[in-house]
C-alpha cells in the first residue's frame, strides 16, 4: 500500500498536536518513527487509523494516491490498514474468539465457517506461543501487557493487512516474546512483500529484528530530520536533544 501523509496538523481539542506533517510509504517499506513522550505519534496512528476525535485542520492523508479523509475506521480496516496499539483495550462481556470472528467476517472477503476459523486462529496461537485458552476468555480481560500485545497480533495476522502500524509493540513483551512476535511478522512480511509498516519504539531493539528503511525523528508536530537505522542508534546515545548533526545526506556525530 502507498501512504502519504501530506503537510498534515491535527488538533485534539483545540491543541495542535501535530503540524505539517510530511512522509510517504511505499509498498513494501518498513519506517520508524522516534521521538519524545507526548510529541504526537500515537495520535499519528490513530490519525492514519481514522479516529474521528482527531480533527485534521490541514493536509491530507492518502492511500495509492486517493484521500482517505473521510473514509471511516470500519473502511480503512477493510483497506487492510491495521494499528496494534500502545495500550490495547480490553472488553468485558465478550471472548477473544468473538472479537476476531467478527471482525475477520467484517474484512474478508472469503469467509470461514467456525471449524476453519478456529483452527486457523488456533494455529497462528500457537505460532506466537499464546495458550489457546485465552481464545475463550473475555477479549484482553485479565491478560499480562505482553498478552495483550500477543492477542493484538494474533488479529493482526489473522485479518492480513497492507499496512502495518506497531505502535510501541516492544514495550509490555518480554526478549523472548518480542523475539516470538517479529519472528512471526517478518514471516508474514515475506510471504506478503507488497504490505508496508510504520513502527514507532523508543528503542532499537525492535528495530533489529524488523530492520527499517528510515528513521524518522519526530519534534514539534512533524518529522525533524530522517535517516536510516544509524539515526536510531544516534537518538538512543543522546536522546532527542539533536546533538549530532546532518551534513549533506550524512548524520554525523
Ligand atoms: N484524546 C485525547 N484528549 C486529549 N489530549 C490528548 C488525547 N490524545 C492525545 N492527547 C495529547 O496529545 C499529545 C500527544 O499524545 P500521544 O499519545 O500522541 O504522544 P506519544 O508521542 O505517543 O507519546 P508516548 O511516547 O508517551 O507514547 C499529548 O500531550 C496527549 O496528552
Ligand atoms: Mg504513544
Given at each position: 500500500?502507498?501512504?502519504?501523509?501530506?503537510?498534515?496538523?491535527?488538533?485534539?481539542?483545540?491543541?495542535?498536536?501535530?503540524?505539517?506533517?510530511?512522509?510517504?510509504?511505499?509498498?513494501?517499506?518498513?519506517?520508524?518513527?522516534?521521538?519524545?513522550?507526548?510529541?504526537g505519534?500515537?495520535?499519528?496512528?490513530?490519525?492514519?487509523?481514522?479516529?474521528?476525535?482527531?480533527?485534521?485542520?490541514?493536509?491530507?492523508?492518502?492511500?495509492?494516491n486517493?484521500?482517505?479523509?473521510?473514509?471511516?475506521?470500519?473502511?480503512?480496516s477493510?483497506?487492510?490498514?491495521?494499528?496494534?496499539?500502545?495500550?490495547?483495550?480490553?472488553?468485558?462481556?465478550?471472548?477473544?474468539?468473538?472479537?476476531?470472528?467478527?471482525?475477520?467476517?467484517?474484512?474478508?472477503k472469503?469467509?470461514?465457517?467456525l471449524?476453519?476459523?478456529?483452527?486457523?486462529?488456533?494455529?497462528?496461537?500457537?505460532?506466537?506461543?499464546?495458550?489457546?485458552?485465552?481464545?475463550?476468555?473475555?477479549?484482553?480481560?485479565?491478560?499480562?501487557?505482553?498478552?495483550?500485545?500477543?492477542?493484538?497480533?494474533?488479529?493482526?495476522?489473522?485479518?492480513?493487512?497492507?499496512?502495518i502500524?506497531?505502535?510501541?509493540?516492544?514495550?509490555?513483551?518480554?526478549v523472548?516474546?518480542?523475539?516470538?512476535?517479529?519472528?512471526?511478522?517478518?514471516?508474514?512480511?515475506?510471504?506478503?512483500?507488497?504490505?508496508?509498516?510504520?513502527?514507532?519504539?523508543?528503542?532499537?531493539?525492535?528495530?533489529?529484528?524488523?530492520?527499517?528503511?528510515?528513521?524518522?525523528?519526530?519534534?514539534?508536530?512533524?518529522?525533524?530530520?530522517?535517516?536510516?537505522?544509524?539515526?536510531?542508534?544516534?537518538?538512543?546515545?543522546y536522546?532527542?536533544?539533536?546533538?549530532?548533526?546532518?551534513?549533506?545526506?550524512?548524520?554525523?556525530?
Amino acid at each position: 500500500m502507498n501512504l502519504e501523509l501530506e503537510n498534515l496538523s491535527v488538533k485534539i481539542d483545540d491543541k495542535e498536536i501535530l503540524k505539517n506533517f510530511n512522509l510517504k510509504i511505499k509498498p513494501g517499506e518498513i519506517h520508524a518513527i522516534m521521538g519524545p513522550n507526548g510529541i504526537g505519534k500515537s495520535t499519528l496512528s490513530k490519525v492514519i487509523m481514522g479516529y474521528p476525535d482527531y480533527k485534521i485542520v490541514a493536509g491530507d492523508i492518502k492511500v495509492d494516491n486517493k484521500s482517505i479523509k473521510d473514509v471511516t475506521i470500519t473502511e480503512r480496516s477493510r483497506m487492510g490498514i491495521f494499528l496494534v496499539y500502545q495500550n490495547p483495550i480490553s472488553i468485558e462481556g465478550v471472548k477473544s474468539s468473538e472479537v476476531l470472528k467478527s471482525s475477520y467476517d467484517s474484512c474478508s472477503k472469503t469467509p470461514k465457517n467456525l471449524y476453519e476459523f478456529i483452527t486457523n486462529v488456533e494455529g497462528i496461537a500457537h505460532e506466537l506461543e499464546m495458550n489457546k485458552n485465552m481464545l475463550h476468555r473475555d477479549f484482553n480481560v485479565g491478560f499480562s501487557g505482553g498478552e495483550r500485545k500477543k492477542n493484538e497480533i494474533l488479529w493482526l495476522l489473522l485479518l492480513k493487512p497492507k499496512f502495518i502500524i506497531l505502535d510501541e509493540l516492544d514495550s509490555g513483551l518480554d526478549v523472548d516474546s518480542l523475539k516470538t512476535v517479529t519472528d512471526a511478522l517478518n514471516k508474514y512480511l515475506k510471504e506478503n512483500k507488497e504490505t508496508s509498516v510504520l513502527i514507532i519504539t523508543h528503542y532499537t531493539r525492535i528495530l533489529d529484528y524488523i530492520k527499517p528503511k528510515y528513521v524518522h525523528m519526530v519534534k514539534e508536530g512533524h518529522i525533524s530530520v530522517s535517516g536510516d537505522f544509524s539515526l536510531a542508534k544516534l537518538i538512543e546515545k543522546y536522546g532527542y536533544n539533536q546533538s549530532f548533526d546532518i551534513k549533506g545526506d550524512k548524520i554525523c556525530e
